[in-house]
């Protein structure tokens, strides 16, 4: 390849990329304003287990790759490839640095949007905020940390649903009330059976 068709290609793929990421940011944006929506917030039900489905929340925790991200990979490629080429390094070399610089973008933007959601959007559920909150068992929780089980919360005016381990020497069974001790990661918590005093 020549270098003008090597530089078509990099202003090509910057003009897309930044087409791409307008869409996408708009997208974002718009997705952004329907979340906030009041729908799931409820008053504590007396049966937690009996909440609809499509009231439950699940967990969220950070992607690593969203559509913003990548959507952010092909105009810095496209600009770091362009500086590159302009300064003479072979192809080879300027392909690594544009790559380099654009999964660096594709990372930033996304964790920008995860942090955006999060200060935006009150009714996320995350896990290492739910310390101590109270639920039930949907599906056992093995004892002793030997597997994952199911569970419900009500916290932050909203029912969550997410996976659990627990603590205790015997199996936690559907219907067990818990209470959360602590976060394991961003969507496992890790629970104890909640005997009231």
Known sequence: MDNNTLLNFYITTTIIGLVLLIIASVLFIRN????????????????ILSV????????????TVTLLGICAFFPFFGMACICVHQVGLAVVPTIIIGIMI???????????????????????IF?????????????DIPAAQHGKGVIRVYTNSQVAQFEAISLDE???TKGTPI????????????VERYIKK
């Open 127 to 139: 896990v290492p905020n739910t310390e101590g909150s109270l639920g039930k068992v949907v599906s």
């Open 52 to 63: 609809d489905m499509k009231y439950v929340r699940s967990a969220h925790a950070p992607k």
């Open 170 to 172: 015997v199996t936690l």
């Open 32 to 47: 952004l304003k329907k979340s906030t929506s009041q729908e799931y917030f409820m008053e504590e039900p007396e049966d």
């Open 102 to 124: 654009g999964i660096s973008a594709l990372v930033s933007a996304s964790i920008l949007s995860y942090v955006t959601r999060l200060k935006s959007d009150s009714s996320i």
């Open 179 to 190: 209470r959360i001790l602590y976060a394991d990661t961003d969507k496992v918590a890790v």
